[in-house]
C-alpha cells in the first residue's frame, strides 16, 4: 500500500536492503544510524553474500539448484534451526541475486569459493558466493560510507582468488575513492536507496520503540524526537554489548571484529516489546588476533585471522602447547573450538591458543598486517629454537616441541592423520595454491615465530525471532504488529551453521529485501 511510513534503525546491509525493498514498494522511509557513517559491519567485511541458486553462477558455468541447497543445509543443521525460514531463504536467494542487480544498477559476480563444507552431500565448489564489482560513488555516498579499514587494498575477492591483483589498479582505484568488497556493498545500496528518497539519518540513535494500542507505530530517538511508522530492527549485533555478551554467549569477553555499533540496542529494543528470542548463544565465530592501537571510533577492533592457519609452514596450538584443530577449517568452526572449556583447570585452555610459524613461512606470507620484509613487531614472538620460543609463549617447552615434531613427520608425507589438513577443496582454497601441498610443510626452518590468537567473533546472530515476512515473534504467541526485524539483530534460522563465504549478507539480503516488503504494505 502507498504513503506508508518505515522506519529502519541500523544501516548495514540488513537495514539499507530492508529501506531500499520498502522504497520500491511505495513507503516513504527513514533510516537510523547510531554511528557518524553508513554502513555497518558490512562496509568492514569482505561483501561477499551466499546464495544458492543465483543466476551469475548459472552463467559462469556453476551448477546448482534448490534441492542441493536445502539437502546442503539439511546436513549443517545442528543447533537452534528454523526449518521454515531455511526453506524460505533457499526460494528466495535466487530472485534476491537478481533483485539486487536490478535495484541498485550494479553488477555483481560469482565466485569459484568453495562452501564451507563442501564435501557434504549438497555442497558445491563454487558459485553459490557472489560479490559486487567495484563501485564508483557520488561524492555525497562517499562522504556518508564507513571509511574502509586503512589496512585493506581496494581489491576484490575475484582478484585475489584468480591471483590478479594490479598494484596499479589498486592505486588508481585507492587515488580515484573507487569501493570494494563491503563498502562496494554499501555504497550502490545506499545510492540506490538515495535515489528513491531514503532518508538517511546518521548519529541518530534509537532508544525505544513507540507503541499505540499493542502495536509498533515508531522509534524514540536518545534526543527524544520521534519518528512514525513500522520500524525494522537492523542494527546489528549485541557482541559489543559486555552485559548482553556475559549473559547469552557461552565465551565470556570474545575479541569482536566489527563495526562498534553493535551494542545491542535493537535486542534490548525487541526484548522490552515481549519479543521471542532464539538462537542467542550463537554467533559468527572466528579467530582473532590483537593488533596494539587498533581501533574503530574508539573501541577495541581485532583482525580476523584466515589464510594465516591454512597455509604450508604453520601450525595452530593451546595453551599447553598441542594442536586441536584442523587449521584450515573456516574461521567459524575454528573459532568455536577455541571455546573449549576445561572442567579440571575450570578455564578455556585454547583462548588465547597459538599460530606458530617458521622463518621460510615469515619470509613468504603476511601475518595479519605484518608483510614478509618488515620488522618484527612487539606482538610477534621469535625464537631460534622451538622450545625457546614456547618458554616465550608461557607454554610446556616439552609438549610444544613433542607437537611440532609430530607435525612435521607427518607433513613430510603430505598428510596430517590427526585433523584431516589438506584434504578438503576448502582447505586447499584457501592454502597456498602454488605450491606442491597448498597446506602443508614441515616447520623445521628456524627462527620459528607465534602470534597469540583470541576467541573473537564478526558479529552475534542470536535475537528475535521472525515469521518468513520478518515480523517479530510474540513471546506469548503471535506476532508484534509494526514490528520486524532482519539481519544480525534477529534470530539466525541457521543454528550453529556458516554455510559458505558470504554466509552473513546472503541470509541479511534476502530477510532484509522481505521484512521491507512487508513492513511497507502493514
Known amino acids: 500500500m502507498a504513503g506508508q511510513q518505515v522506519v529502519v534503525v541500523g544501516s548495514g546491509v540488513a537495514g539499507l536492503t530492508a529501506a531500499l525493498a520498502a522504497a520500491e514498494a511505495g513507503a516513504t522511509v527513514t533510516v537510523l544510524e547510531s554511528t557518524q557513517t553508513v554502513g555497518g559491519t558490512t562496509a568492514l567485511s569482505g561483501g561477499v553474500a551466499w546464495l544458492p541458486g543465483n543466476h551469475l553462477a548459472s552463467d559462469a558455468g556453476f551448477d546448482d539448484d534448490a534441492e542441493s541447497a536445502r539437502t546442503y543445509l539439511r546436513h549443517l543443521a545442528v543447533g537452534d534451526v528454523d526449518d521454515v525460514l531455511v526453506d524460505t531463504f533457499v526460494a528466495e536467494a535466487p530472485a534476491t541475486a537478481r533483485w539486487v542487480e536490478d535495484v541498485t544498477g550494479h553488477t555483481w559476480v560469482a565466485l569459484g569459493y568453495p562452501d564451507y563444507h563442501c564435501e557434504l552431500p549438497g555442497g558445491r565448489?563454487?558459485?553459490?558466493?557472489?560479490?559486487?564489482?567495484?563501485?564508483?560513488?557520488?561524492?555525497?555516498?562517499?562522504?556518508?560510507?564507513?571509511?574502509?579499514?586503512?589496512?585493506?587494498?581496494?581489491?576484490?575477492?575475484?582478484?585475489?582468488?584468480?591471483?590478479?591483483?594490479?598494484?596499479?589498479?589498486?592505486?588508481?582505484?585507492?587515488?580515484?575513492?573507487?569501493?570494494?568488497?563491503?563498502?562496494?556493498?554499501?555504497?550502490?545500496?545506499l545510492a540506490a536507496a538515495l535515489r528513491r528518497g531514503v532518508q538517511v539519518r546518521t548519529g541518530a540513535a534509537?532508544?525505544?520503540?513507540v507503541r499505540r494500542d499493542g502495536r509498533v507505530v515508531g522509534v524514540a530517538l536518545d534526543t527524544g524526537d520521534q519518528v512514525e511508522g513500522a520500524v525494522?530492527?537492523?542494527?546489528?549485533?549485541?557482541?559489543?554489548?559486555?552485559?548482553?555478551?556475559?549473559?547469552?554467549?557461552?565465551?565470556?569477553?570474545?575479541?569482536?571484529?566489527?563495526?562498534?555499533?553493535?551494542?545491542?540496542?535493537?535486542?534490548?529494543?525487541?526484548?522490552?516489546?515481549?519479543?521471542?528470542?532464539?538462537?542467542?548463544?550463537?554467533?559468527?565465530?572466528?579467530?582473532?588476533?590483537?593488533?596494539?592501537?587498533?581501533?574503530?571510533?574508539?573501541?577495541?577492533?581485532?583482525?580476523?585471522?584466515?589464510?594465516?592457519?591454512?597455509?604450508?609452514?604453520?601450525?595452530?596450538?593451546?595453551?599447553?602447547?598441542?594442536?586441536?584443530?584442523?587449521?584450515?577449517?573456516?574461521?567459524?568452526?575454528?573459532?568455536?573450538?577455541?571455546?573449549?572449556?576445561?572442567?579440571?583447570?575450570?578455564?578455556?585452555?585454547?583462548?588465547?591458543?597459538?599460530?606458530?610459524?617458521?622463518?621460510?613461512?615469515?619470509?613468504?606470507?603476511?601475518?595479519?598486517?605484518?608483510?614478509?620484509?618488515?620488522?618484527?613487531?612487539?606482538?610477534l614472538h621469535r625464537a631460534d629454537a622451538v622450545e625457546d620460543l614456547a618458554t616465550a609463549m608461557g607454554v610446556d617447552p616439552a609438549s610444544l616441541g613433542a607437537t611440532v615434531e609430530q607435525f612435521n613427520a607427518h607433513a613430510a608425507e603430505g598428510d596430517d592423520p590427526l585433523f584431516g589438513r589438506g584434504r578438503s577443496a576448502y582447505d586447499r582454497f584457501v592454502g597456498d595454491r602454488a605450491a606442491a601441498q597448498p597446506n602443508l610443510r614441515p616447520l623445521d626452518q628456524p627462527p620459528f615465530y607465534a602470534v597469540r590468537v583470541l576467541a573473537g567473533l564478526l558479529g552475534t546472530k542470536g535475537g528475535p525471532r521472525t515469521d518468513a515476512d520478518g515480523r517479530v515473534r510474540h513471546v506469548e504467541g503471535g506476532v508484534i504488529e509494526g514490528l520486524y526485524a532482519a539481519g544480525n539483530v534477529a534470530a539466525s534460522p541457521l543454528g550453529m551453521a556458516y554455510p559458505g563465504a558470504g554466509g552473513t549478507i546472503g541470509p541479511a539480503l534476502v530477510a532484509g529485501r522481505l521484512a521491507?516488503?512487508?513492513a511497507a504494505s502493514r
Not at 250 to 273: E, F, I, K, N, Q
Not at 277 to 297: F, K, R, V
Not at 307 to 328: C, I, L, Q
Not at 344 to 363: C, E, I, Q, T
Request: charged share 25%; with cysteine.
Open 125 to 189: 565448489e563454487g558459485g553459490r558466493s557472489i560479490e559486487p564489482h567495484p563501485f564508483a560513488p557520488d561524492p555525497d555516498v562517499a562522504a556518508l560510507v564507513r571509511p574502509a579499514l586503512s589496512w585493506r587494498l581496494p581489491m576484490t575477492q575475484h582478484e585475489i582468488i584468480a591471483n590478479t591483483v594490479d598494484r596499479e589498479v589498486l592505486a588508481r582505484r585507492r587515488e580515484d575513492g573507487v569501493m570494494t568488497m563491503g563498502a562496494a556493498v554499501v555504497g550502490s545500496f
Open 232 to 379: 525494522v530492527l537492523a542494527s546489528g549485533g549485541f557482541e559489543r554489548d559486555p552485559a548482553l555478551a556475559r549473559a547469552f554467549l557461552r565465551m565470556p569477553d570474545p575479541a569482536p571484529t566489527g563495526g562498534p555499533g553493535a551494542t545491542g540496542r535493537g535486542l534490548r529494543m525487541a526484548m522490552a516489546a515481549g519479543a521471542e528470542l532464539g538462537n542467542m548463544s550463537e554467533a559468527w565465530w572466528c579467530p582473532a588476533i590483537e593488533i596494539p592501537g587498533d581501533e574503530i571510533d574508539g573501541v577495541p577492533l581485532h583482525r580476523l585471522v584466515l589464510a594465516e592457519r591454512a597455509r604450508p609452514g604453520a601450525v595452530m596450538v593451546d595453551g599447553r602447547g598441542n594442536r586441536f584443530a584442523n587449521e584450515a577449517q573456516n574461521y567459524n568452526d575454528v573459532g568455536r573450538s577455541l571455546h573449549d572449556f576445561d572442567p579440571g583447570a575450570f578455564g578455556f585452555p585454547r583462548s588465547p591458543s597459538w599460530l606458530v610459524v617458521d622463518a621460510g613461512y615469515r619470509a613468504r606470507y603476511p601475518i595479519g598486517p605484518l608483510l614478509p620484509r618488515e620488522d618484527d613487531p612487539p606482538w
Open 206 to 209: 534509537a532508544a525505544s520503540l
Open 516 to 518: 521491507g516488503t512487508a
